[in-house]
């Protein structure tokens, strides 16, 4: 149980074009869902904090309206970088964690995204 | 605030060789610790934890012990294979902050045949 489905895997676009990323839970309701990034042999650094049904808590630094976060239902929260650059380009990790088991976050298998 | 530190890697190993993965924490109330491990190119998979000071976790061979006298949390296993190559993040959630995840910055483990 407790699997994170995050798509597409992988993802080559334009600068300039915007791209969305995907993570639901698939065998279980997600009241909270985390975004992350992890630059090449880098440990992962938080981007925000998804709750279903209400606007995302962005960490210091991370531009709210560069990396739109949407959750719209408690199985899936999408992650849209407008108007991407190469220094857009990185691994994006998504994770989600049960209501009634706070401390532990399920992760998904990655997006690699390259702006060329 | 509350942090993690790792032992620098890479680790370089023989088959069968013993691991031990150093980690140490600061937290300022009583956080649940991780270790994830993330194989290339792919996300990171829960291993083992340990909510409450003494607890030992394990999975795989691997085990850990949360020690709050020394504020570790490190990870080892008796004979390490080439399947278990990967980089190994020791991490902590504490409710009191949200629940967020701080990790550590990663070990890079490669195991030779």
């Known amino acids: 149980g407790a699997v994170v489905s995050q798509h597409p895997s992988r993802v080559i676009c334009k600068s300039g074009t915007s791209v969305k990323i995907e993570c639901r839970s698939l065998?279980?309701?997600?009241?909270?869902m985390f975004w992350y990034r992890q630059f090449p042999k880098k440990s992962l650094m938080l981007m925000a904090t998804?709750?279903?049904?209400?606007?995302?808590?962005?960490e210091q630094g991370v531009e709210k309206d560069k990396f739109l976060i949407n959750h719209a239902s408690l199985t899936l929260s999408t992650l849209t970088v407008t108007s991407a650059h190469p220094e857009d380009s990185s691994f994006y990790i998504c994770?989600?964690?049960?209501?009634?088991?706070?401390?532990?976050?399920?992760f998904g298998a990655g997006t690699r995204l390259s702006v060329l | 605030g509350n942090s993690v530190t790792q032992m620098e890697g890479p680790v370089t190993l023989s088959e069968e060789a013993f691991l031990t993965i150093n980690c140490t924490y600061t937290?300022?109330?009583?956080?649940?610790l991780f270790w994830y491990v993330q194989y290339p190119g792919e996300g990171l998979q829960l291993l083992l934890k340990?909510?409450?000071?003494?607890d030992k976790g394990s999975n795989k061979g691997f085990e850990a012990t949360y020690r709050k006298e020394t504020t570790s949390f490190h990870l080892e296993k008796g004979s390490v294979q080439v399947s278990d190559s990967a980089v190994y993040f020791c991490?902590?959630?504490?409710?009191?902050?949200?629940?967020?995840?701080?990790f550590g910055q990663g070990t890079e483990l490669s195991v030779k045949p």
């Open positions: 998804s709750n279903e049904g209400s606007k995302a808590t962005y």
């Open positions: 340990a909510t409450k000071a003494d």
């Open positions: 994770s989600a964690r049960l209501a009634e088991a706070k401390n532990i976050q399920y």
């Open positions: 991490a902590l959630s504490d409710l009191s902050q949200g629940g967020k995840l701080i």
């Open positions: 065998d279980f309701q997600a009241t909270t």
């Open positions: 937290a300022t109330g009583y956080p649940s």
